[in-house]
């Protein structure tokens, strides 16, 4: 049952916010209403969780105002922000690792003796047990929190967040990675807060928990508010419409998937699972093609990347064959053997080494072609490469023996998938391959994948990024929450098609 909403506790007046030349927040206004919880929706990019964040007082507008119950204010910090009853429970998790679940949720205000500063540690973990209890959070008050599962961080990261006693609190994203049981937890304990007078801003993808649990709706794009009002006056399909915008003209590449490739397939991935992750996974990939993977933040994407490598952890079963052989599911080096190739979405930490040259994060994963008899690698060879991929890829560079990090994220982009191409792969895997960089490099990574594919190697294109999805794919897979939940083939591949199905778990065709 929706509760009735109070007076407003936060007004925000016409805020502009810009980064650079980005304009993240353009003439922005926006209201928390005691009792009330407002959905806060828009495709990445639009503005949300900048608005958030300066609601936080992580940021501050660089124009405009803050009204709290009729007061101008301004929040030079998250302290100043909690100091005024406005709680954040961020999409990334921070908590402390080492740190248990009961310290983790009383930080900072433990239960000491009166002399010494010494903690209760019995008031404690009975204090914490009552939490848990509370919100129907099943956990040990003295597990540590690094040895959870996500979602169970997830919960205790929420929980922390309400044990602040908010007056006003932001969800950002807080249902991605939760289980079907836990995001009934959460939404039931988001209802409650609303019930006790606390203005609440849902910010999620998932559209159908928007309407199940929101009095009021926030639309925003390219900055902007477009779309206010009583979630009661509207439908998941305007909803969805409206935060697509007008619609974008993309071009799609022609298709590398010729008729003789389409007969036996060159990658199999049948029944792949991951207990919390994965849930029967089952599709076949082809020379020259592309496969488009998609879905929100938590569906899976990243999981089924590294397990399809064979780096997804002891927990991941199924079977993946290349031409009708068999690829290990645990070790990442036999996948590279038998013609795998990952790009991660994380290059800093997991793909480029920033100190090394160029010449040596290209030929890393090939050293052996490069070593003589008596152990001694043949440089020149090793340089002779280098240009050569550099000059395929069009890497602006000052050479070969610059170091990675002296270049911009594209080019260093550029660098990673020269170094898998080295190892001349039938299949490459693509994990978000155009996140962080420019739009100029974003376009010549594109053409660079188009150019892969037109070689005959088979490309599974992990992605959000909606014109990549429909420019360069010849199917798209969605995922919701673990599963694979519709296929989208030649002209079916639309923005608003692939969007719906990402927030409602299905995929809803036009008539014909």
Not at 439 to 462: F, H
Not at 463 to 491: H, N, Q
């Amino acid at each position: 049952m929706k509760a009735e909403a109070g007076p407003t506790l936060l007004a925000c007046k016409r805020l502009f916010k810009s980064f650079g030349a980005v304009r993240a927040l353009i003439d922005v206004d926006f209201e928390i209403v005691s009792g009330r919880v407002t959905g806060l929706v828009g495709e990445n990019g639009a503005g949300k969780s900048t608005l958030a964040k300066v609601i936080a007082g992580v940021h501050q507008p660089d124009q405009g105002t803050m009204l709290l119950e009729g007061r101008p204010i301004r929040l030079l910090g998250a302290d100043q922000a909690h100091a005024h009853g406005i709680v954040t429970a961020h999409q990334d998790i921070n908590l402390i690792q080492t740190m248990t679940v009961a310290e983790n949720l009383l930080l900072n205000n433990e239960p000491t003796y009166r002399f010494g500063g010494v903690i209760r540690r019995k008031e404690m973990t009975a204090a914490v047990t009552g939490l848990l209890k509370e919100y129907e959070i099943d956990v040990s008050p003295h597990a540590v929190v690094g040895e959870l599962p996500n979602d169970l961080k997830k919960m205790v990261q929420i929980v922390k967040a309400v044990s602040l006693d908010p007056r006003i609190l932001i969800l950002d994203e807080p249902t991605s990675s939760l289980t079907d049981t836990e995001v009934r937890v959460a939404l039931r304990l988001i209802r409650r807060l609303a019930g006790d007078g606390v203005g609440v801003v849902l910010i999620s993808h998932y559209l159908s928990e928007i309407f199940e649990v929101c009095d009021n709706l926030t639309i925003m794009r390219d900055g902007q508010v477009v779309a206010d009002g009583p979630i009661s006056e509207t439908t998941l399909p305007e909803v969805v419409s409206t935060m697509v915008g007008r619609e974008v003209k993309t071009t799609r590449r022609e298709s590398h998937l010729t008729d003789a490739n389409r007969g036996t397939p060159l990658m199999r991935v049948e029944d792949l699972n991951v207990p919390g992750h994965l849930r029967a996974i089952n599709f076949d990939l082809h020379r020259g093609e592309v496969i488009g993977v998609t879905g929100l933040a938590g569906s899976g994407l990243d999981e089924l990347a590294k397990s399809v490598f064979g780096a997804g952890g002891h927990n991941v079963s199924g079977r993946v064959t290349i031409e009708d052989k068999a690829v290990s599911l645990h070790d990442p080096a036999e996948s590279l053997k038998a013609g795998l190739a990952l790009l991660t979405n994380d290059r800093l930490r997991e793909g480029i080494l920033p100190d090394f040259t160029l010449v040596e994060n290209i030929c890393l994963p090939v050293l052996k072609r490069f070593t003589g008899a008596a152990g001694v690698l043949d440089r020149s060879a090793m340089v002779a490469t280098a240009r050569r991929n550099m000059d395929r890829l069009r890497v602006r560079a000052p050479g070969p023996f610059a170091r990675a990090r002296q270049l911009s994220g594209g080019n260093q982009q550029k660098v990673l998938f020269a170094k898998w191409l080295e190892t001349n792969p039938k299949v490459f895997i693509m994990d978000e391959p155009t996140i962080g960089i420019d739009v100029g490099s974003k376009e010549e990574i594109r053409t660079i994948v188009d150019e892969i594919a037109a070689a005959g190697v088979g490309i599974v294109l992990i992605t959000t990024e909606l014109e990549e999805l429909v420019s360069l794919c010849d199917r798209v897979l969605v995922m919701f929450r673990g599963e694979i939940v519709g296929e989208l083939s030649g002209l079916e591949i639309e923005r608003e098609t692939i969007l719906h199905a990402s927030a409602c778990g299905e995929i809803r065709r036009k008539q014909a």
